[in-house]
T-cell receptor
Framework: AQSVSQHNHHVILSEAASLELGCNYSYGGTVNLFWYVQYPGQHLQLLLKYFSGDPLVKGIKGFEAEFIKSKFSFNLRKPSVQWSDTAEYFC??????????WGLGTSLAVNP | DGGITQSPKYLFRKEGQNVTLSCEQN?????MYWYRQDPGQGLRLIYY???????QKGDIAEGYSVSREKKESFPLTVTSAQKNPTAFYLCASSTRQGQSEQYFGPGTRLTVT
């Protein structure tokens, strides 16, 4: 069955700490990978995406993610978080003309 | 401004009443989606539509209905058959299903008492 697993449900960090949020998937065929972010009171928006090419993708606000095909993973990273990164983060996996499968989300709280 | 609008932002209904949530997009996207977001459960797909006059059930379609008479509009009706309708509902659109990013509206928080 297709699924997306986000390992951390709640993460609490201090400002300037490094962040890594795990995402593993089970999905047959060619995959398109996404990280979305939902800041408090705001729309869900795209953070970054991977379709093909360089497996290390950079997104907005200093975020990056690495696609490791052999591990079926697409982990999100940021070297130094800020208070404004407090949000909920969702990993999603899609394929050609197939619906997106979403992870349950990770709630990140950054303490100033 | 291009984007997706959902109205209203907050909606209150009595149990047993049907209620329709509005979703409009001016992005010229073919595909549109309705999700339900509950704490700790991520986004669950209710219905989606890839073209006008066509739509498919998602993972939790029971108790919901949709229509897609116009490319820009994809209203969702929460019927009285939906056992637990209180939730945050998100509408999204994309150029093509699965291959492109989805753009989201601000959501409608429905409370049924």
């Amino acid at each position: 069955a297709q699924s997306v697993s986000q390992h951390n449900h709640h993460v609490i960090l201090s400002e300037a700490a490094s962040l890594e949020l795990g995402c593993n998937y089970s999905y047959g065929g060619t995959v398109n990978l996404f990280w979305y972010v939902q800041y408090p009171g705001q729309h869900l928006q795209l953070l970054l995406k991977y379709f093909s090419g360089d497996p290390l993708v950079k997104g907005i606000k200093g975020f990056e993610a690495e696609f490791i095909k052999s591990k079926f993973s697409f982990n999100l990273r940021k070297p130094s978080v800020q208070w404004s990164d407090t949000a909920e983060y969702f990993c999603a996996v899609g394929g050609n003309n197939r619906k997106l499968i979403w992870g349950l989300g990770t709630s990140l709280a950054v303490n100033p | 401004d291009g984007g997706i609008t959902q109205s209203p932002k907050y909606l209150f209904r009595k149990e047993g009443q049907n209620v329709t949530l509005s979703c409009e997009q001016n992005l010229n996207h073919d595909a549109m989606y309705w999700y339900r977001q509950d704490p700790g459960q991520g986004l669950r797909l209710i219905y989606y539509s890839q073209i006008v006059n066509d739509f498919q059930k998602g993972d939790i379609a029971e108790g919901y209905s949709v229509s897609r008479e116009k490319k820009e509009s994809f209203p969702l009706t929460v019927t009285s058959a939906q056992k637990n309708p209180t939730a945050f509902y998100l509408c999204a659109s994309s150029t093509r299903q699965g291959q492109s990013e989805q753009y989201f509206g601000p959501g409608t928080r429905l409370t049924v008492t």
